[in-house]
């Protein structure tokens, strides 16, 4: 079993910057796959990024450039740096992990990760 608990969301105005954390208790994050989706309001989650235990890391499209995902060992967590933020990124984001069988199979949320509660991310314009 996985705990995993978000930090760090907020209100910021578009072009602005948010760095989310991700922090696991349970068991080691090097053992899965960890990575953010997110959902805004009437809409499915997305991916949003994922980075492998290798440390190997994969975007979505609509914010490549701008995320960077990266892992600290050592504090068991995960972070997602967003930058240029955009209002369309308003959102709560849920951290996950699991298994990796390859990203389109991630990105499908196959099989099920574990899932910390969310953080709402509001950027205004």
């Known amino acids: 079993q996985v705990q995993l608990v978000e930090s760090g969301g907020g209100l910021v105005q578009a072009g602005g910057s948010l760095r989310l954390s991700c922090a696991a208790s349970?068991?080691?994050?090097?053992?899965?796959?960890s990575g953010w989706f997110r959902q805004a309001p009437g809409k499915e989650r997305e991916f949003v990024a994922v980075i492998r235990w290798s440390g190997s890391t994969y975007y979505a499209d609509s914010v490549k450039g701008r995320f960077t995902i990266s892992r600290d060992n050592a504090k068991n967590t995960v972070y997602l740096q967003m930058n240029s933020l955009k209002p369309e990124d308003t959102a709560a984001y849920y951290c996950a992990a699991g298994e990796f069988r390859g990203l389109s199979v991630w990105v499908s949320m196959s099989p099920a990760p574990y899932w910390g509660q969310g953080t709402q991310v509001t950027v205004s314009s």
């Open positions: 349970g068991r080691s994050l090097n053992s899965y796959a």
